[in-house]
């Protein structure tokens, strides 16, 4: 084989394989798209609102949409994105009005423990449990807990009650995807779940030294 | 069991204290669920579907007993099995409820909506659940057989898995958020694994069941139900695509697990 032909040859080829790769990405990019469209019709079809369930609570806002798809997080392009959405939760949170981070832990305890609020067959006035103990141990003595979150026994004796342990808790309560874009952690204050003064009294039953999960 | 002492069981489980039961622990609800296990109420719901399937009923007075639940007209055995599967007439994929609305439909008269707009455990859905515990119990013991092989059906699968992990809400939480991972548990509830074979068929394989904690008989649709309803989504239309995409996608998953419906559930 001459020079040249092999040259070409390999122009050829080069060029083949961009022109190709540029129309698989056309097409899958177009299946995506009508892919997307019918799951949008899909969902748009199959909701009502009920009580205080309005409909609007199926669109999605951008941390949702990137924990909805895993492939796309474990991307770079998705990491970068959430690197930037745990910025903008931090951004959102608010610090205590009075300055008091710490509140009272036998209210905490039963907020900890109340998983009610929020749902369709509630009402806008009941109070939104913080359903801690779904998912966290906290108080041993306390033995119907969930896993899907770590255990919090002895949470303030084991860390210290610092300043930065006690703003660190404050934020991820608040806000817990300021940390990790998307952890199974509801956003209290984001979405304003509990009030300042019930997540001050979680604050509590978590960091205040004579709590019984300090004990 | 004689009948005297399956009626004691019967007796049993109404006056039992629920409170208590709940925070057992996950052996102790499989002793008392190996306990009940011949006198599970869901017998009541059966006896009561079979007579509904054969009762000619609604406008056109006309009984279920022609009804095509895939395996062509009155074959009721091994039927959920396969279910949700394409149907060439309404050219979709249903499940068992949704199909069942069909059929009443169209043999019966009785119209889909008024089925849809009924509460859960009332007027046409109690009929409804009834039916729907007739026929899973003559797929009991059989392995759950769903194909993808149509487009439809695929494309169905496919919305499903999407829809599985799609977060919204105040909570941002999807059905992944709790059903993602083995081991894990609400409270002392153990959550199973719906995206692996063997934790589905716990999900897929013992629903519709009869809650304990609620003295209910739950379709898989009231299952769906509550379960969006606790993740402070909006109200899932029943029957709509989505509950079926759902159920495409943990039934597909589930594939070749034993049935084990009616099951018996906290």
């Known amino acids: 084989m001459t020079r040249s032909i092999k040259k070409s040859l390999q122009e050829f080829i080069i060029l083949t394989t961009i022109v190709s790769g540029l129309c698989y990405s056309l097409v899958t990019n177009a299946q995506t798209t009508s892919f997307d469209k019918t799951f949008n019709d899909m969902m748009n079809s199959s909701f009502r609102t009920e009580g205080i369930a309005d409909i609007s609570r199926i669109k999605q806002d951008a941390n949702q949409k ?3 798809d895993q492939k796309f997080y474990m991307t770079k392009a998705g990491e970068k994105q959430a690197r930037a959405i745990e910025k903008q939760n931090m951004a959102t949170i608010v610090q205590p009005s009075d300055g008091n981070y710490i509140g009272d832990w036998k209210s905490g305890e039963a907020i900890a423990q109340s998983g009610r609020g929020a ?13 801690c103990y779904n998912c966290h141990e906290i108080n041993k003595k306390e033995l119907s807990y969930g896993n899907i979150g770590p255990s919090l026994w002895n949470y303030g004796k084991n860390r210290g009650y610092s300043k930065e342990l006690i703003t660190y808790t404050w934020n991820r309560i608040n806000n817990s995807k300021a940390y990790n874009a998307c952890s199974n952690m509801p956003r209290f204050g984001h979405f304003k779940l509990l009030t300042e003064k019930q997540i001050q009294d979680v604050m509590a039953l978590l960091l205040d030294p004579n709590s019984p999960v300090n004990q | 069991m004689n009948f005297i002492s399956k009626s004691y069981f019967l007796l049993a489980l109404t006056v039992l204290p629920f409170q208590g039961f709940a925070q057992s622990t996950s052996d102790e609800i499989a002793k008392y669920r190996e306990m009940i296990a011949d006198g599970n109420p869901s017998e009541l719901y059966e006896m009561a579907g079979e007579e509904l399937w054969k009762k000619p009923a609604g406008p056109k007075n006309t009984s279920l007993e022609r009804c095509d639940l895939g395996m062509g007209p009155g074959v009721v055995d091994g039927a959920a099995a396969r279910l949700p599967k394409y149907f060439k007439d309404t050219n979709r ?15 019966q008269g009785i119209s889909a909506q008024s089925v849809i707009d009924a509460k859960f455990g009332v007027g046409p859905k109690k009929d409804m659940d009834a039916i729907v515990a007739y026929v ?3 797929s009991k013991g059989q392995k759950v057989n769903v194909s993808v092989a149509h487009p439809k059906e695929k494309l169905m699968y496919e919305l499903g898995k999407k829809a599985f992990s799609f977060q919204g809400g105040p909570y941002d939480f999807s059905c992944a958020s709790c059903h993602n991972a083995p081991g894990k548990r609400i409270r002392l509830q153990d959550l199973p694994n719906l995206t692996t074979q063997e934790g589905a068929i716990v999900g897929w394989g013992y629903w519709p069941a009869y809650r304990v904690s609620s003295g209910q008989f739950w379709t898989m649709q009231q299952r769906i139900n509550d379960c969006l309803r606790q993740q402070r989504l909006p109200f899932p239309i029943y029957g709509s695509d989505f509950t079926i995409a759902v159920s495409m996608y943990m039934a597909v998953t589930a594939n070749g697990g034993v049935i084990q419906t009616p099951g018996l559930k906290r």
């Not at chain 1, 749902?119 to 359903?131: I, N, Q, R, S, Y």
């Not at chain 2, 994929?93 to 043999?107: A, Y």
């Open chain 1, 66 to 68: 990137l924990c909805s």
């Open chain 2, 93 to 107: 994929v249903q499940d068992l409820e949704s199909r069942l609305m069909t059929c009443m439909e169209t043999l």
């Open chain 1, 119 to 131: 749902t369709w067959t509630d009402t806008a006035e009941l109070p939104v449990g913080g359903g």
């Open chain 2, 136 to 138: 899973v119990t003559k």
